[in-house]
């Protein structure tokens, strides 16, 4: 059964910092190109940032570019999101997901976690 389970959000006040962690288990293969998305209330959930298997190659939606950055340890089979320069329009529910092609968009995720709420105060 896999599993993909993040951890990491929290209440940060504009400027701070806050690292995503996401584990993924229960593969029969290598968990391939993963990606965070988000999604705030009333609004659609949209890509943040993807990276591909050996980590080499990697997608930022333009309004976290500069702020954060993905990486990941396949050993571990972890992915995390280290975000920087928060602000309060980042306030949304993150969510972890293992993709099926290389196109960093929900339509092409395989398998979510329950997602980690991050709150960014003003």
């Known amino acids: 059964q896999v599993q993909v389970v993040e951890s990491g959000g929290g209440?940060?006040?504009a400027g701070g910092s806050l690292r995503l962690s996401c584990t993924a288990s229960g593969l029969s293969s290598d968990a391939g190109t993963m990606g965070w998305f988000r999604q705030a209330p009333g609004k659609e959930?949209?890509?943040v940032s993807?990276?591909?298997q050996r980590g080499l190659g990697t997608y930022y939606t333009s309004s976290v570019k500069g702020r954060f950055t993905i990486s990941r340890d396949n050993a571990?089979?972890?992915l995390y999101l280290q975000m920087n320069g928060l602000k309060p329009e980042d306030t949304a529910m993150y969510y972890c997901a293992t993709l099926q092609s290389i196109a960093c968009h929900p339509s092409a995720a395989r398998y979510w976690?329950?997602?980690?709420q991050v709150t960014v105060s003003s």
């Open 50 to 52: 993807c990276i591909d």
């Open 11 to 13: 209440l940060s006040q």
């Open 113 to 116: 976690g329950q997602g980690t």
């Open 76 to 78: 571990k089979n972890t």
């Open 45 to 47: 959930r949209e890509e």
